[in-house]
């Protein structure tokens, strides 16, 4: 190979691993996996059907993009497994000449649709996002939500005109929202949707102010059907962004259209959103999705390693769903890790190899330290952590104070010294007086009032205890 074909590949490999990341690209694209370029001809070279079938069901449009991105035009990407011949892969979006796939090993050969960036309008003939509401798996955590995604679908802007989907990261809010385009695309195939990111939305208003844009950035939005945005909650703390969205949400509710949405927490728990803006969010059909239970996380297993040709013993399935138990994306991230290692190790999978695959995932459910608590809390109400560790008599920051001490004392095996002496040396006594008074609230069932930029907001303690309690339960955490 030449110096050119050389820094070429090399370009090629720190671009995919750029989009998928260091973690994934190590585990597909290690030492198992070879790539060669000849002129505008990717050839992949796997160790077996296992990986020739994951990357091309996943990561076929990243190599795609990335061999585009470094030779300047359409590639044509080959995978084969070991010595094999290669059949030769279009790019994704576009007809094979005259070949169909391999018979042995059909999902090996299938080209993935594209899946485009920013908004994009709903039609005939439009590569379908990931998320299908078919492919969901529900249960009591979960079933609501679905229903209300499915109701949609079937009505959209009468069922439900406008809904909320809120939960912790990797419990299945995407796949509902894509799963509501994709429906609509085939029950109501002229109907116009857009879907896209809030930071895409956030972005495209930029671009539309700097570049004289903003009347055809607001047509391109007020005029679909309905409109699907994922993590509303990024809109925070972007006056002009809220405020632009907000105009939009009343010309689509004005209009008689629908709106979907999803953010990581309640609307009224999203730091410095604006009054009106939330007080429209409120008002939409605001659904939770919690963490889910056994048997979704085992029957989530089941389809995920049937969708991989991974044949999981029963015994592994109830293993790895039993002790993985945060999220979704924690749970495939196991099996991913699982098959991976089987597949390295050239060992079958046996629950043996399943308990060294998931002693990580099985570490990070430990209970929330204190470390944690304070970032949430301190998240929750607008404030540092410098402020909690503060002598501040703010009255947001020791509400604030007051429930991360109370939160703490409930939740770790500190002592009151131990508290005290984490949020900048107090005595014992401050926090003794500290968790008495937010144990008095929750036993009158009191409220906590704190400001943020968007105005005074006010919550019963109880339920402002529950939701950062479920944000510690399934959110990340630092080591």
């Not at 796997?46 to 994951?54: M, S, Y």
């Not at 079937?154 to 796949?175: D, R």
């Not at 089941?302 to 790895?320: F, G, N, S």
């Amino acid at each position: 190979m030449d110096d050119t074909a050389a820094e070429k590949l090399c370009a090629i490999r720190q671009k995919v691993a750029d989009q998928i990341g260091s973690s994934r690209y190590r585990t597909w694209f290690g030492s198992s996996t070879e790539l060669q370029l000849d002129g505008e001809r990717l050839e992949v070279t796997v160790a077996n059907k296992f990986i020739g079938n994951w990357i091309s069901s996943n990561y076929l449009a990243h190599l795609v993009q990335a061999t585009k991105d470094v030779i300047g035009t359409e590639p044509k990407v080959e995978i084969k497994v070991g010595s094999a011949p290669a059949v030769t892969m279009p790019a994704p979006g576009l007809p094979a000449a005259g070949h169909r796939g391999s018979p042995e090993c059909p999902p090996l050969f299938a080209s993935p649709p594209r899946r485009t960036g920013g908004p994009t309008p709903g039609g005939n003939g439009r590569p379908r996002l990931r998320g299908e509401l078919a492919t969901f798996v529900t249960g009591p955590s979960n079933q609501l939500a679905f229903s209300v995604a499915s109701a949609v679908v079937q009505s959209p802007g009468e069922a439900f005109k406008h809904v909320v989907i809120h939960g912790g990261c990797g419990l299945g809010k995407t796949h509902l929202l894509q799963g509501v385009c994709n429906g609509l695309g085939r029950v109501h195939p002229t109907l116009q949707w857009s879907y896209l990111s809030g930071e895409e939305f956030t972005n495209e208003f930029i671009y539309a102010v700097k570049g004289g844009r903003i009347d055809l950035f607001r047509a391109r939005f007020r005029n679909v059907d309905v409109l699907v945005i994922d993590d509303i909650h990024f809109l925070a703390n972007k006056r002009a962004t809220q405020e632009e969205f907000l105009h939009t949400f009343n010309a689509i509710d004005a209009a008689g259209k629908a709106t979907v949405l999803s953010c990581d927490c309640h609307p009224r728990a999203i730091a410095s959103l604006s009054e009106p803006l939330m007080d429209r969010l409120i008002a939409a059909m605001v659904v939770r999705i919690d963490p889910p239970d056994f048997a979704v996380r085992r029957e989530i297993l089941r389809r995920r390693a049937m969708a991989m040709l991974c044949e999981l013993p029963e015994e592994v399935l109830d293993y790895v769903a039993r002790h993985v138990t945060r999220n979704v994306r924690e749970l495939e991230g196991a099996l991913y890790k699982l098959a991976a290692l089987a597949t390295l190790t050239k060992e079958p999978i046996r629950l043996e190899l399943a308990c060294q695959a998931i002693e990580d995932y099985v570490t990070a459910s430990r209970p929330p330290e204190a470390a944690d608590i304070e970032r949430i809390v301190a998240a929750h109400f607008g404030v540092t952590r410098d402020a909690l560790h503060s002598d501040s008599r703010d009255r947001t920051v020791t509400n604030a104070r007051g429930i991360a001490m109370y939160l703490i004392r409930k939740h770790t095996s500190m002592s009151l010294p131990e508290i005290g002496r984490g949020f900048g040396h107090k005595p014992h006594s401050t926090v003794l007086m500290a968790v008495r008074r937010i144990q008095d609230l929750v036993d009158r069932n009191g409220a906590v009032t704190w400001k943020t930029a968007a105005g005074t907001r006010q919550a019963p303690v109880q339920s402002l205890l529950e939701e950062i309690e479920r944000n510690l339960s399934h959110g990340p955490q630092t080591r």
